[in-house]
């Protein structure tokens, strides 16, 4: 048995699909794991609009302001899972949260906490894009300027509704994300998956069976 599966190793089709599963493995382990330890459903996301982004000069992509203490389209946001009665509401240092928008629970929203307050025992957060409305951060806002979501007829984001908190920002990277999910990203790589196999197993097998048919035609002339 050992020498058969020695046998099989040596096949470059059979390495090839081992490394490609190998690889698979790894992704969705690294998915998996990161949740585990982060803590919570959504340990990665890719920033979909600019209302987290203050302009500089009217730009307000990653590409032109990487490191800025905001966010940015195209930004991979990486998000840990905490208590919420831990969220820091100390506004304009307060936590960037990730939350499901109270009328669309489908739908993340990614803003930060201008204000907490606690009903019933529950907390409700005021939130509001850095770059929305008149006031930018580290600008302090009027009330009026927060946003206008509700859970159950009260003001705010309940606490039920928190993913978690950003921790870390990295830029450009969402940029390949969104580039999955549009009309075009997710089915060029899909061609590209195709032409990886087309070249790495169906392109060599059929070199190697008219290499055996000339060999054999070969043999059979006198």
């Given at each position: 048995?050992?020498?058969?599966?020695k046998?099989?190793?040596k096949?470059?089709?059979?390495?090839?699909?081992v490394v490609?599963?190998?690889?698979?493995?790894a992704?969705?382990g690294f998915w998996?794991g990161?949740?585990?330890?982060?803590n919570?459903?959504?340990?990665?996301?890719a920033?979909?609009?600019g209302?987290?982004?203050?302009?500089?000069?009217g730009?307000?992509?990653?590409?032109?302001?990487?490191?800025?203490?905001?966010?940015h389209?195209g930004?991979?946001?990486?998000?840990q899972?905490v208590?919420?009665a831990?969220?820091?509401a100390?506004?304009?240092?307060s936590d960037?949260?990730?939350?499901?928008?109270?009328?669309?629970?489908?739908e993340?929203?990614?803003?930060?906490?201008?204000?907490?307050?606690?009903i019933?025992?529950?907390?409700y957060?005021?939130?509001k894009?850095?770059?929305?409305?008149?006031?930018?951060w580290p600008?302090?806002?009027?009330?009026s300027?927060y946003?206008?979501?509700?859970?159950?007829?009260?003001?705010?984001?309940?606490?039920?509704?928190v993913?978690?908190?950003?921790v870390?920002?990295?830029?450009?990277?969402?940029?390949?994300?969104l580039?999955?999910r549009n009309s075009i990203?997710?089915?060029?790589?899909?061609?590209?998956?195709?032409?990886?196999?087309?070249?790495?197993?169906?392109?060599?097998?059929?070199?190697e069976k008219?290499?055996?048919e000339q060999?054999?035609i070969?043999?059979?002339?006198?």
């Open positions: 048995m050992i020498a058969n599966l046998k099989l190793w096949n470059e089709y059979i390495q090839t699909v490609i599963g190998l690889i698979a493995l992704v969705f998996f990161s949740q585990a330890v982060l919570t459903q959504y340990p990665a996301l920033v979909v609009s209302s987290m982004c203050i302009p500089y000069n730009a307000c992509d990653g590409w032109a302001h990487p490191f800025s203490r905001t966010l389209i930004d991979l946001i990486i998000v899972g208590d919420p831990d969220l820091n100390n506004y304009p240092d960037i949260i990730v939350f499901h928008k109270p009328s669309d629970p489908d993340l929203i990614v803003h930060r906490i201008v204000a907490v307050d606690e019933n025992g529950e907390l957060f005021r939130t894009g850095d770059g929305n409305s008149q006031s930018r600008e302090t806002p009027s009330p300027e946003d206008p979501w509700e859970t159950d007829g009260v003001d705010g984001v309940r606490e039920d509704l993913v978690g908190k950003v870390m920002r990295i830029p450009w990277l969402g940029h390949v994300v580039f999955m990203g997710l089915p060029l790589v899909v061609v590209l998956i195709i032409l990886i196999v087309i070249v790495e197993f169906i392109v060599p097998l059929l070199r008219k290499s055996s060999q054999r070969a043999q059979q002339q006198p």
